[in-house]
């Protein structure tokens, strides 16, 4: 297990008003509604979630192209992402690497809806404590900004479920922690839907003892 950044330029270029988020608007009923996985959580006001989620070419192009070459991808090989909510990255995993076999999970049918066409067909509706695929049946899986929102008892299942289905050590999860008190209050400030709580220090041992043999990442709010 390494820690692996594939998100930095595009963390850095996202602007966040922490106080704002829990000032100008309800959080609670923010957070509950953005629960929810639906409508507002991905395309309605700010307060609910990403405020409008759209593909936008290119944007993803050099994360995939980062993790295809990280992990030698090459056309013929399997790839999932779980929690792939719209599957933009997961689209243009398929442009870096034509001939790539993928597949999606997530458990937003909205998110799924409102995919590209041309990857509509390989996302499936579902809950990532238990992957509907084959034991050892994709040569990379990653998950990005999804197992953070679990539940430590599905959190165990979910981590579990992606060394399952993956073949090797090509996997990466991608949560949302903290390094320090400043990040840590930033991060309460900020989240909707984060159920888990935990510095890298943490993540990287539950990881260990859960038996994840992958690589790992974290998005900090500084």
């Known amino acids: 297990m390494q820690d692996v950044d594939f998100l930095a330029t595009h963390q850095k270029a996202t602007k966040r008003d922490y106080i704002g988020r829990v000032t100008q ?4 009923e923010c957070a509950t509604i953005a629960k929810q996985w639906g409508q507002d959580y991905w395309d ?3 307060q609910y979630g990403y405020g ?3 593909y936008r070419p290119g944007y993803w ?3 995939a192209r ?12 399997r790839v999932l992402d779980v929690g ?10 398929t442009q870096a690497v034509p001939g790539l076999q993928v597949a999606g999970l997530d458990i937003s049918k909205y998110g799924l809806d409102h995919a590209k066409d041309e990857i509509k067909p390989f996302l499936k509706l579902g809950h990532c404590r238990e992957l509907p695929f084959e034991t050892n049946s ?5 998950s990005i900004n999804t197992f953070h929102n679990l539940e430590i008892f599905d959190l165990k299942k979910a981590v579990q479920e992606v060394e399952r289905v993956g ?3 090509k996997k990466w999860i991608c949560v949302e922690s903290f390094r320090n008190e400043p990040e840590k209050a930033n991060l309460l400030y900020w989240q909707l839907t984060c159920m888990s709580f935990y510095t890298p220090e943490a993540w990287t041992w539950l990881y260990k003892d859960w038996g994840y043999t992958g690589d790992y990442g974290f998005i900090y709010f500084e």
Do not use: I, Q, S
């Open 61 to 63: 192009l050099p994360v």
């Open 25 to 28: 608007h309800d959080k609670a």
């Open 44 to 46: 309605g006001p700010r």
């Open 66 to 77: 980062a993790m295809a070459e990280h992990y030698g991808l090459k056309a013929g090989n």
């Open 167 to 169: 073949k090797g050590t």
């Open 84 to 93: 792939c909510g719209k599957a933009f990255l997961l689209y243009e995993l």
């Open 138 to 142: 994709f040569d990379y899986v990653f």
């Open 52 to 54: 409008g989620y759209t």
